[in-house]
């Protein structure tokens, strides 16, 4: 029931004060009469958290009562997020860890389990991902590397494809045998590969934009 839901809420959010969380403040109204929960308030000053936590986890189980569930600092810049199969896979400026593979099976205890370097250094702007493979778009290079994360711990590159710009943005379409590409490519801003074989990725079309503007 919605009760038994909030009960567990108030629950999670006593565990979390134990831990160090602080709740602004917390009130419901609920009407026994209606099948529903009117909620006054129930928001978590972030700020007052951790103020230093780059990924912040938000419990939206009841979506009009989004509540704080967990943070970690992974001391550098977030660009973009995939989550698949209780793992957040995270797009960062870290010249070390472009993707960064974060356990949030539990919100609470969410901790850093792995990652990929991307060669060269280029930062890593945004994220893709399905089944056992995450694609990793970067900047300045241009490059978009196939990883696979049977073992969360431990990406693997399986493949890899030079867009010759910035990748902007990235979608998978068609069950995930092709990529769209946002890229900012004069001649090709959105361009498209097909990833039927992981480890060669290839081109098949372009689109350009006249007047030479970039994606997002």
Do not use: C
């Amino acid at each position: 029931s919605y009760t038994d839901k909030i009960e567990a809420r108030l629950k999670n959010i006593e565990t979390g004060v134990k831990a160090g969380f602080k709740p602004a403040s917390t009130a419901s109204i609920i009407d026994p009469s209606k099948d529903y929960i009117d909620f006054i308030e129930k928001t978590i000053d972030l700020n007052k958290i951790k103020s230093m936590d780059e990924l912040i986890i938000v419990d939206v189980s009841l979506p009009l009562s989004p509540l704080f569930a967990g943070s970690l600092n992974l001391g550098t810049t977030i660009h973009a997020i995939v989550v698949m199969n209780g793992y957040a896979y995270v797009a960062t400026d870290d010249n070390a860890r472009e993707l960064t593979v974060i356990d949030v099976l539990n919100p609470q205890t969410a901790a850093m389990i792995g990652w990929f370097n991307s060669p060269g250094g280029a930062n890593g702007d945004t994220v893709a991902g399905f089944g056992a493979t995450v694609i990793l778009g970067t900047l300045a290079t241009g490059d978009f590397h196939v990883i696979n994360v049977s073992d969360p711990s431990f990406p693997v590159e399986i493949g890899y494809y030079n867009a010759s710009d910035d990748i902007r943005d990235i979608a998978l379409g068609n069950r995930n045998r092709y990529v769209f590409l946002a890229t900012d490519a004069n001649n090709a801003e959105l361009q498209i590969v097909d990833i039927f074989i992981l480890s060669t990725p290839v081109r098949i079309g372009t689109f350009n934009i006249t007047g030479s503007n970039d994606l997002n």
